[in-house]
């Protein structure tokens, strides 16, 4: 079965200093992984997607950055934070596209507050 | 923007009703997908509908798709207190399907 796997499950930063958040898919191989930011109480904006190792295609620009250093893992980072990063980071993966596939898996997030 | 109602709805009913949430989109889309997402946790997928479908059920939930009036919705039948959850409709654009935007939701509040 597959399983995903997102770190840290919180984090309290502090405006302008440095983030790093992490997912890994484990039981797939090579799928398209996606991470998208939600605001409390608020919808779920795409931020990037990646379909290959080494390569990340950016849909909004929000000061953000992503990696995909393995098959199995993604990175979302900032060296400076804002107070807007703050809220629920989700990574989610798929098949890709055919007649069963489309459909995304999400993780559990990680919540990000900015003081 | 991929969608034409931009708030978040709330809706609240009581346990055995049937409930109905609607979503527009802008542009053409090659699927529909229904995800619900239960508080602090990821969203999960409930029903997914392509533009080739009019209807598709699912146990007690039925979508449907207007791809002429490029709108689609979400019934519920005889809802249950676990149905109490955030729904979300989101479309692709047609062109590109590794980016989906994602409607504001409809907060489902269903009372015992």
């Known amino acids: 079965a597959q399983t995903i796997h997102q770190w840290p499950v919180a984090e309290i930063k502090a405006v302008g200093s440095p983030l790093s958040l992490g997912c890994t898919i484990k039981?797939?191989?090579?799928?398209?992984l996606y991470w998208y930011w939600q605001a409390t109480g608020g919808t779920l904006q795409q931020l990037f997607y990646?379909?290959?190792?080494?390569?990340v295609e950016s849909v909004v620009q929000l000061n953000l950055s992503a990696s995909r250093p393995k098959d199995d893992q993604f990175i979302l980072s900032t060296e400076k934070l804002l107070l807007s990063h703050s809220g629920f980071y989700l990574c989610?993966?798929?098949?890709?596209?055919?007649?069963?596939?489309?459909?995304?898996?999400f993780g559990e997030g990680s919540k990000l507050t900015v003081l | 923007s991929q969608w034409g109602e931009e708030n978040l709805q709330a809706l609240s009913i009581q346990e055995g009703e049937d409930v109905t949430m609607n979503c527009s989109y802008k542009?053409?889309?090659?699927?529909v997908h229904w995800y619900r997402q239960d508080s602090g946790r990821g969203p999960a997928l409930i029903i997914l509908?392509?533009?080739?479908?009019r209807e598709k059920r699912s146990g007690r939930l039925r979508a449907t798709l207007d791809t002429s009036s490029q709108s689609s919705s979400l019934s519920i039948t005889a809802a249950q207190c676990e149905d109490t959850a955030v729904y979300f409709c989101?479309?692709?654009?047609?062109?590109?399907?590794?980016?989906?935007?994602f409607g504001s939701g409809t907060k489902l509040t269903v009372e015992p």
């Open positions: 989610a993966w798929s098949l890709g596209w055919g007649e069963n596939t489309g459909q995304l898996y």
């Open positions: 039981g797939k191989s090579s799928p398209n």
């Open positions: 990646s379909i290959t190792v080494g390569q």
């Open positions: 542009t053409y889309t090659t699927v």
């Open positions: 509908i392509r533009s080739n479908e």
């Open positions: 989101a479309t692709d654009e047609g062109s590109n399907y590794n980016v989906l935007y």
